[in-house]
């Protein structure tokens, strides 16, 4: 067990349809990355938030965004689903100190399948 | 786009055996990590090898790096039926986002 938490475990949407995805960090970290990793695949680095502001982006299009709030935790956003959008999406948080190699914990994630 | 690439995709051993996995990348890195998940669920972090390292343990894993071929290998001794899972390389590279790139991974069954 990592600290790190997502809900929900499972969602189904059809496509067109908006989702929240959300995330709470382990203790003590200030930086929140998340994921998605298609069937079969490595994860791929949708985006990263360190102490609430957007700290790199992967090569993913507008319609997936996301916050950080004040207590670190985290929501991942997509809108107008597509079907290539069927996926684990991981959270992952880490301490972000700068100048020092970054472990990231990972949470269990959220199969979404879009219909 | 995945930098890393794993091999073999897919590993068959029995109890007791050793397994070893490769992986390869592209670009120049800060670090490389090892991960492990177990049937689609989320990642556990294994080990972590900086550039300027060759060689780290920990417990029964050995992993080598070599930046010059742009490889790394992971090496379970004494592998166990719960060592089965799927292993990731991640390659950390970019100076500040401290983004992973993953490879497809390699699929490890342990046959009792």
């Known amino acids: 067990e990592t600290g790190v938490t997502q809900s929900p475990t499972h969602l189904i949407k059809t496509r067109g349809q908006q989702v929240t995805l959300r995330c709470s960090s382990q203790s003590g970290h200030n930086t929140v990355s998340w994921y998605q990793q298609a069937l079969g695949q490595g994860p791929q680095f949708i985006f990263q938030y360190y102490r609430e502001e957007e700290n790199g982006r992967g090569n993913f299009p507008p319609r997936f965004s996301g916050l950080q709030f004040p207590n670190y935790s985290s929501e991942l956003n997509v809108n107008a689903l597509e079907l290539d959008d069927s996926a684990l999406y991981l959270c992952?948080?880490?301490?972000?100190?700068?100048?020092?190699?970054?472990?990231?914990?990972f949470g269990p994630g959220t199969r979404l399948t879009v219909l | 786009s995945q930098q890393g690439e794993e091999d073999p995709q897919a590993l068959s051993i029995q109890e007791g055996e050793n397994a070893t996995m490769n992986c390869s990348y592209k670009t120049s890195i800060n670090n490389l990590q090892w991960y492990r998940q177990n049937s689609g669920r989320g990642l556990v972090h294994l080990i972590l090898?900086?550039?300027?390292?060759r060689e780290k343990h920990s417990g029964r894993l050995r992993v080598t790096l070599d930046t010059s071929k742009k490889s790394s290998s992971l090496l379970i001794t004494a592998s166990r039926a719960a060592d089965t899972a799927s292993y990731f390389c991640a390659t950390e590279s970019g100076a500040g986002s401290y983004q992973l790139t993953f490879g497809k991974g390699t699929k490890l069954s342990v046959i009792p």
């Open positions: 090898i900086r550039s300027n390292e």
């Open positions: 992952a948080s880490s301490q972000g100190l700068a100048g020092a190699p970054d472990t990231q914990y």
